[in-house]
């Protein structure tokens, strides 16, 4: 199994379906779990750790229901306010026993199996405040758009047409996936898989449209749903 080696992450700031407008980055780390209670413990105990209390912020783990091809069973998703307060992590977390531990035992029930960095892009329609459930449902859409800034035109055309629907959509800009060929995320985030999934695409007012101008710039590469299983706040 490899080692979950990862000099970054956690302990400092929102989830990837909470992400807001002020440019904050983050990453997500895939894992396959063994022992998904196991992972959660490993988290509790570096949630309390004096390493875990020094950044704010919060930490969201996800089960994924539907994953396509991946192995990955699991993600932890961090939120950096800024890139200063991810170096700050970094280096914090490279001198620190906490940090240490944690990853030993983190690597004795899980593996590291992908990853990939975004950026907020401010643009979010819905109401967040909706969005109460400790188990909240997620569908996460990765895509290629070759035409960013008309692609954010429409979508947010697309937005205001159903601003009353439950739960929220957030767009995110991908900076880094490795060879996966991902520019941006759709980001849909409801209380359950009912509500999530309650209106089809195609029923949406403005639907016809949305399609009409960016079905030419963008490519769909990856469709995932998740579940929300915890999140670790520093007191």
């Known amino acids: ?12 700031g929102f989830s990837l379906a909470q992400s807001g407008f002020a440019q904050s980055v983050g990453i997500k780390y895939d894992i396959t779990a063994a022992n998904p209670a196991a992972v959660i413990a490993a988290m509790d105990k570096f949630a309390a750790s004096p390493t875990g209390q020094a950044g704010p912020g919060t930490v969201t783990l996800y089960q994924y229901i539907v994953n396509g091809e991946s192995l990955a069973t699991h993600n932890f998703v961090v939120n950096y ?9 970094f280096a914090r977390n490279a001198m620190s026993q906490d940090w240490a531990t944690f990853l030993t035992e983190l690597a004795a029930v899980s593996e590291q199996v992908g990853s990939l960095m975004f950026r907020s892009t401010g643009n979010t329609n819905g109401d967040p405040s909706s969005v109460t459930s400790p188990t909240s449902a997620g569908n996460w859409i990765f895509m290629n758009v070759q035409d960013p800034v008309t692609y ?8 205001n047409s159903n601003n009353n629907l439950q739960g ?7 900076i880094a996936d490795g060879a996966g060929g991902v520019t941006h995320a759709i980001i ?19 639907w016809s449209r949305f399609i009409d101008r960016v079905g030419n710039i963008r490519t769909i590469e990856n469709r995932t749903m998740v579940l929300r299983m915890k999140s670790w706040t520093a007191q």
């Open 1 to 12: 199994m490899n080692k979950f080696i990862i000099s970054t992450i956690f302990f400092c």
């Open 81 to 89: 306010p800024n890139l200063e307060a991810m170096d700050a992590t």
């Open 152 to 159: 954010i035109d429409a979508w947010q055309d697309l937005g």
């Open 188 to 206: 849909q985030s409801a209380n359950n898989m009912s509500s999530l999934l309650a209106t089809p695409p195609q029923q949406l007012p403005g």
């Open 168 to 174: 929220t959509n957030s767009l995110l800009e991908i």
